[in-house]
């Protein structure tokens, strides 16, 4: 496709609920990143892929978060036991390599009931 | 802990006036800085990217850097409705690797027409 493309665009959990979110990049983009934008704030990084490597997931807030990017295409982001401040847009975004413009997917809205 | 510091806003230009958008950070050692643009409900847009001191204009977008007063702004001309949006402004602090971004919360422009 022409974009960054995440799914589920919208997901209502149940608190306790495990949930697990998509994003195919860019074709041929490296890197990998996914960020988490609460309402009125903006994206906050998580977690950075190059291939299917993960070298960096210093901003993921709990052990409860897990990312994986097996083949260095399709990352998934999963969030186990959510709980209500887990509510927020996850943004997917890749580029061409680490250096280079990087593009943010549409978001997966997650809304924890 | 670094920070990105933005208005939120929400700033009201008549349409044709220019808009005038704020940021500063706290990492002196910043490198990298980059302007989004993100209308509601959809993916932050890169619009400007900014490197060294000075200004750098693209059509009727002016970003301006001033790494002395760790300070960086946008100017928008002629500025139409569809300038509406909230603006993110985005820094690559140093030491967090050249790929992690760190975001204000942005600010929300409105363009009357």
């Known amino acids: 496709g022409a974009g960054v493309s995440q799914s589920p665009r919208y997901k209502v959990a149940k608190r306790g609920q495990d949930v697990a979110l998509r994003c195919d990049p860019i074709?041929?983009?490296?890197?990998l990143f996914w960020y988490q934008q609460a309402l009125g704030q903006g994206p906050e990084f998580l977690t950075y892929?190059?291939?299917?490597?993960?070298?960096?997931k210093s901003g993921l807030p709990s052990d409860r978060f897990f990312a994986e990017r097996p083949e260095g295409s399709v990352s998934t982001l999963k969030i186990q036991r959510t709980q209500q401040e887990d509510s927020a847009v996850y943004l997917c975004?890749?580029?061409?390599?680490?250096?280079?413009?990087?593009?943010f997917g549409e978001g997966s809205w997650l809304t924890v009931v | 802990q670094k920070e990105v510091e933005q208005n939120s806003g929400p700033l009201s230009v008549p349409e044709g006036a220019i808009a005038s958008l704020n940021c500063t950070y706290s990492?002196?050692?910043?490198?990298?800085f980059f302007w989004y643009r993100q209308y509601s409900g959809k993916s932050p847009e890169l619009i400007m990217s900014i490197y060294s001191n000075g200004d750098k204009e693209d059509g009727r977008f002016t970003a301006q850097l001033n790494k002395a007063s760790q300070y960086v702004s946008l100017l928008i001309r002629d500025s139409q409705p569809s300038d509406s949006a909230t603006y993110l402004c985005a820094v690559n602090m140093a030491g967090a690797g050249s790929y992690q971004l760190t975001f204000g919360k942005g600010t929300k422009l409105s363009v009357i027409p």
């Open positions: 074709s041929g983009h490296v890197s």
């Open positions: 892929f190059q291939n299917e490597a993960q070298l960096d």
């Open positions: 990492d002196r050692g910043s490198q990298s």
């Open positions: 975004a890749s580029s061409f390599s680490r250096l280079d413009t990087i593009y």
